[in-house]
């Protein structure tokens, strides 16, 4: 199970605690997990991502065995800890004043 | 008994305040979506349990909630805001053509007779309509055809953010836009025309007859008489008397003529109010002093109402969609300000009291009046 950490408004939103595990069937990227993520909570989709576009939120950082993979492409495959559910695939409201 | 509730968008999240008819004590509740921008909520006068709330960060994008028991339980519905076809360009700040692309939802319009129905008016400027309750939106983009090429951004976006709908005949909508006017429709939204002639803007457009381009920050009518409309413009209050066809103006004796808010006395179709601020670069009321001015003689001789307000040291702003008025007798008037506040008259503008104090940033002010 791939185990992916929601920023609060997001925990908010869909209901859940700090951690949601997703079976994540094809092979495991940003986007395979985005797309597992907004399947089980559909009030997400454009939350993280734009709808139209499926670009990334402009305030919005992914970051993964201790590395920002908000600007890497969105089919990259994640680490193995990621896949093995040993590291969490964080979602994170970027740092912005307000 | 009558009752009012008060739906109150701030930075920070919504806030409801209920009320018997004396409307001297109010029960609070909130906030609702604690850290979010809450920029309006409406009720849909067919059924006041309906209730829909634009709801945004910068963060995480744009949500629409819907609540079915008065706002008591709210549940999140279609957030996908696609523009028709290609979305085209519109004027950037420098002239420039840029990409329309949406940011937000700034105001909500249920229909007079279909709780189902509803409009948003967003930004990038358009404006959407969902026949399903919030679930899905459709753009009526005919009205980007109305040289929206020339659009541009006012300084706080280019943001659809007035939208009155005719009690008389349904297929007239009027719509208002920073900056690019206002425009009404007589087809329910397929076609568009600007309604700006008699406005003026000698700083910001090349001339006089301009068709777009003028930055109306808010309008109102009186669903008695949908002929007649009010305006406040960037500068300038205005009146029109035949649908928008011709704009006149009516600043009169304002102290200043630049603000954001306008709107009129539930029973009285000559009785308008506004919030005077002193300029576009100060953003405050003049003197330091918050006064309500009121017109009973639909513009021309304005009244300032200071009874309850702070009379020194006072600067904050009132925006356009936060001010509102109930139906009840006496009307009640109500306001929200940049510090937090929210004012409410009980009397027509006579007598105000603080109802809030401390709020996050009021954005807007929508009244409900309950049977």
């Known amino acids: 199970m791939i185990i992916v950490i929601l920023p609060q408004h997001l925990r908010t939103l869909a209901g859940v605690g700090r951690e949601v595990e997703l079976r994540v069937e094809a092979l495991v990227t940003p986007r395979a997990i985005l797309d597992a993520l907004e399947a089980r909570y559909p009030v997400l989709r454009g939350t993280i991502r734009d709808q139209g576009s499926q670009q990334r939120r402009a305030f919005v950082r992914f970051f993964a065995c201790g590395q920002d993979w908000s600007h890497e ?18 979602v994170v409201g970027a740092m912005a004043g307000g | ?129 969902s026949t ?65 002639q008699g406005l003026k803007s000698p700083y910001e457009l090349p001339g006089p007859a301009a068709e777009v ?45 630049f603000g ?4 009129v006395h539930a029973h009285e179709p000559e009785t308008i109010y506004v919030v005077p601020i002193k300029s576009d670069s100060e953003h405050f009321p003049p003197e330091g002093k918050l006064r309500v001015y009121r017109s009973r003689t639909g513009g021309g001789a304005w009244e300032a109402l200071t009874n309850g307000l702070p009379q020194r040291d006072c600067y904050v702003n009132v925006l356009r969609d936060a001010m509102a008025v109930d139906a009840l007798d006496p009307c009640g008037v109500y306001f929200g300000t940049t510090g937090g506040q929210v004012y409410c008259s009980p009397d027509g503008g006579d007598h105000w009291t603080t109802i809030a104090r401390d709020l996050p940033s009021v954005y807007s002010v929508e009244v409900q009046t309950l049977a």
């Open chain 1, 73 to 90: 492409p969105p089919d990259a495959p994640l680490p193995d800890d990621v896949v093995q559910g040993k590291e969490p695939f964080m």
């Open chain 2, 1 to 129: 008994m009558s009752s009012v509730r008060v739906l109150v968008g701030t930075r920070k999240g919504a806030f409801i305040f209920t009320s018997d008819a004396k409307r001297q004590t109010w029960d609070v509740s909130g906030p609702l979506f604690p850290g979010w921008e809450i920029y309006h909520l409406k009720g849909s006068p067919v059924n006041p349990d309906r209730i829909y709330a634009s709801q945004s960060t910068g963060w995480f994008g744009q949500l629409i909630q819907r609540s079915d028991d008065g706002g008591r339980t709210w549940t999140p519905m279609g957030n996908e805001f696609r523009y028709e076809g290609t979305p085209g360009t519109h004027q950037w700040y420098d002239g420039t053509q840029h990409p329309w692309e949406f940011k937000r939802v700034w105001h909500l319009e249920p229909s007079l007779t279909d709780p189902d129905t509803v409009y948003a008016g967003v930004e990038d400027a358009a404006l959407f309509k």
């Open chain 2, 132 to 196: 399903d309750g919030g679930q899905t939106w459709r753009e009526l983009p005919g009205l980007r055809e109305v040289k929206g090429n020339l659009w541009q951004p006012g300084a706080g976006g280019m943001c659809l953010h007035t939208i009155l709908l005719d009690p008389s005949n349904p297929d007239r909508i009027f719509v208002a836009i920073s900056a690019a006017g206002a425009f009404r429709t007589d087809d329910g939204g397929q076609t568009w025309r600007p309604i700006n």
């Open chain 2, 213 to 257: 381009g003028h930055c109306v920050h808010g309008m109102a009518m009186h669903p008695s008489r949908p002929g007649v409309l009010f305006m406040q413009k960037h500068w300038d209050v205005m009146r029109s008397d035949d649908a928008g066809e011709m704009w006149r103006e009516v600043s009169g004796n304002l102290p200043s003529d």
């Open chain 2, 260 to 263: 954001f808010p306008i709107a």
